[in-house]
């Protein structure tokens, strides 16, 4: 079974559902421009670049700001 992306720790980085899904389509879009495949290689298993972006927004690696 594949590994599910840590939504609820994403959550708390932003604040909304609504946020974290504008925060994940853009960081996306940022890891397709760096390649053209939509596949991260990881440790074991490819990763989808929608994934990682889940990730990188949950672990703190890349940081939602609000532009109003």
Same mark, same amino acid.
């Given at each position: 079974?594949?590994?599910?992306?840590?939504?609820?720790?994403?959550?708390?980085?932003?604040?909304?559902?609504?946020?974290?899904?504008?925060?994940?389509? #853009?960081? %996306?879009? /940022?890891?397709? $421009?760096?390649?053209?495949?939509?596949?991260?290689?990881?440790?074991?298993?490819?990763? #989808?670049? %929608?994934? /990682?972006?889940? $990730?990188?927004?949950?672990?703190?690696?890349?940081?939602?700001?609000?532009?109003?």
């Amino acid at each position: 079974m594949s590994k599910r992306p840590d939504i609820e720790n994403a959550l708390k980085q932003v604040g909304s559902r609504y946020e974290l899904v504008h925060a994940a389509v #853009k960081r %996306t879009r /940022q890891l397709l $421009e760096e390649g053209e495949d939509f596949f991260i290689r990881g440790e074991r298993e490819l990763i #989808k670049k %929608t994934f /990682q972006a889940i $990730e990188d927004i949950a672990s703190g690696k890349v940081k939602v700001v609000k532009t109003e």
